[in-house]
């Protein structure tokens, strides 16, 4: 079973900046990619950014040249620095892996760090 840890989640002001991370408990490599998604009270949980194997990321709109997700695959663990913060920034930040073959998918959920950001 592959276990996703979060940590890095805080309280900051707004402006403030955090960097979240996530720890595998196996080679992040065999992932087809990761990504961070949140969910904020009362709704929907959303993509925020993701990677690839190849290194090849994706942003939601509301948090480019904001956000910046990377890895370490030496570490096995992914980062998210987040900058600029906006108390609509607030929310659960989750930690996701997923890969799949032919016919078959897999993703694996990391437990959450919680971000609150203060205007």
Request: aromatic letters at 12%.
């Given at each position: ?28 490599v ?23 194997r ?30 600029g ?30 971000v609150?950001?203060?205007?």
């Open positions: 079973q592959v276990q996703l840890v979060e940590s890095g989640g805080g309280l900051v002001q707004a402006g403030g900046s955090l960097r979240l991370s996530c720890a595998a408990s196996r080679s992040i065999s992932f087809n990619g990761m990504g961070w998604y949140r969910q904020a009270p009362g709704k929907q949980r959303e993509l925020v950014a993701s990677i690839t190849d290194g090849s990321t994706y942003y939601a709109d509301s948090v480019k040249g904001r956000f910046t997700i990377s890895r370490d695959n030496g570490k096995n663990m992914v980062f998210l620095q987040v900058n913060l906006k108390p609509e920034d607030t929310a659960v930040y989750y930690c996701k892996a997923v890969e799949y073959g032919t016919n078959w998918a897999r993703d694996y959920w990391g437990q959450g760090t919680q609150t950001v203060s205007s």
